[in-house]
Nanobody, 117 residues
Framework: QVQVVESGGGSVQPGDSLTLSCVASGITFRTYDIAWYRQLPGTQRALVAEITRTGGTNYADSVMGRFTISRDNAKNTAFLQMNNLKPEDTAVYFC???????????WGQGTKVTVSS
């Protein structure tokens, strides 16, 4: 059984930092690309950052220079370090594990981030 579990969300003030974690089980983690998406009510999920199985990274323009995605294959875990948070970063953040070779994709349940003064 595949499970993808996010954690680390919370309520913070503008300028603060948070680190989100994504733990995946039931998959060969090292063969999966990992991505973080975020979603506001009534909107589609938008890509925030992704890290390929080989370590390549890609970021949305809105978070470039503030967010850092990383992974620890030994712990089946990916991270999203978020610095200098802004109110517009408020959303539910979802982790996605995708294996493009076998066309499998798994989502977590999301973790909520609220940035407000």
């Amino acid at each position: 059984q595949v499970q993808v579990v996010e954690s680390g969300g919370g309520s913070v003030q503008p300028g603060d930092s948070l680190t989100l974690s994504c733990v995946a089980s039931g998959i060969t983690f090292r063969t999966y690309d990992i991505a973080w998406y975020r979603q506001l009510p009534g909107t589609q999920r938008a890509l925030v950052a992704e890290i390929t199985r080989t370590g390549g990274t890609n970021y949305a323009d809105s978070v470039m220079g503030r967010f850092t995605i990383s992974r620890d294959n030994a712990k089946n875990t990916a991270f999203l370090q978020m610095n200098n948070l802004k109110p517009e970063d408020t959303a539910v953040y979802f982790c996605n594990a995708k294996d493009t070779i076998v066309a499998k994709s798994h989502w977590g349940q999301g973790t909520k981030v609220t940035v407000s003064s």
